[in-house]
């Protein structure tokens, strides 16, 4: 939809798994090969997603987080500071 909506954009686009990557490469072959669609796989880089848009010079050009809202950005991390934290366990 946001191709379609936008057409003379690019998406970047951050997977943690190469499961969803590869779907994601055979689902959209044609923006993937157009290089309107690039596919980034997320590794144990912190660092990692701020230096590959660093890299391409997009700081402050980022229009849209797509699939990222607030809220779950907040829930995830609560979660993950519960949840990561040593020695405790959640039933």
Known sequence: MAFERFVDTTILSFDVSSELEKALKSRCSQKVESKQLQ???LNDNPKFFLGTIHEKGLNGKIDAMVHVDPHTL???WASAAIVLRVGVFWL
Do not use: G, H, K, P
């Open 39 to 41: 596919n980034f796989l």
């Open 74 to 76: 907040f829930v995830y």
